[in-house]
């Protein structure tokens, strides 16, 4: 399978605890994004890479979430000291940057529930 | 900032039905993209349009592009109960926010058989 991969695909968890999410996007794509969805919204955008830099956050991200990309391959997304507010589907997203189109290819995301 | 609107939110239609969600940006578009997200599933591309006044099509399913490149419409002709889901649109943003995409809430589809 060539698609993205997210691990886990579902994680429960008290509030105050730190959880970790893991994306590995297709093989020969050089973007990475990640996203925040919630029921009945579309994905709001969080960060993305281009190789291992990390090209932009959005205000949505605050100081209590870490994205890394180390090696421009895989990436993690962290939430530190985790709020019922967090509770959503984490989408990744990963692309081949190309001249004029540059497609975003979805994972089947990380469902977060915090109690 | 920059938004993207679609309508309408929920639609529900008998098979065989036509269905019609529309999208409009605040901004100009440089492209427009479109995903279907089945129920429990991930956003899946379904195409993107470029050029201003662009039609495409995939079999029963109409892409449109308007001429001014901030709005574009998804069109599915004779649905079937497959095309249950929710479509959204979504367009790049601009300057220093150039590599996210803006998307719309999605409108929700549910198909009677």
């Known amino acids: 399978d060539t698609g993205v991969s997210q691990n886990p695909r579902h994680k429960i968890t008290k509030r105050g605890q730190n959880v970790t999410f893991r994306c590995d996007p297709i093989s020969e794509h050089n973007r990475l994004y990640w996203y925040r969805q919630t029921l009945g919204q579309g994905p709001e955008f969080l960060t993305y890479?281009?190789?291992?830099?990390?090209?932009?956050k959005s205000r949505l991200l605050s100081d209590r979430f870490s994205a890394e990309r180390p090696k421009g391959s895989f990436s993690t997304l962290e939430i530190q000291r985790t709020e019922q507010g967090d509770s959503a589907m984490y989408l990744c997203?990963?692309?081949?940057?190309?001249?004029?189109?540059?497609?975003?290819?979805f994972g089947p995301g990380t469902r977060l529930t915090v109690l | 900032g920059q938004q993207v609107m679609q309508i309408p939110q929920y639609q529900h239609v008998q098979e065989g039905e036509d269905f019609t969600t529309y999208c409009n940006s605040s901004t100009t578009l440089s492209n427009i993209q479109w995903y279907k997200q089945r129920p429990g599933g991930h956003p899946v591309f379904l195409i993107q349009?470029?050029?201003?006044?662009e039609v495409k099509k995939q079999k029963r399913l109409t892409f449109q592009f308007g001429e001014a490149k901030k709005n574009s419409s998804l069109h599915i002709t004779a649905t079937q109960t497959t095309d249950v889901g929710t479509y959204f649109c979504a367009g790049p943003g601009r300057g220093s926010t150039l590599g996210r995409l803006y998307f719309g809430r999605g409108t929700q589809l549910t198909v009677w058989p």
């Open positions: 349009l470029v050029k201003s006044g």
């Open positions: 890479f281009q190789n291992e830099a990390q090209l932009e």
């Open positions: 997203a990963s692309s081949l940057e190309l001249a004029f189109t540059d497609t975003q290819y």
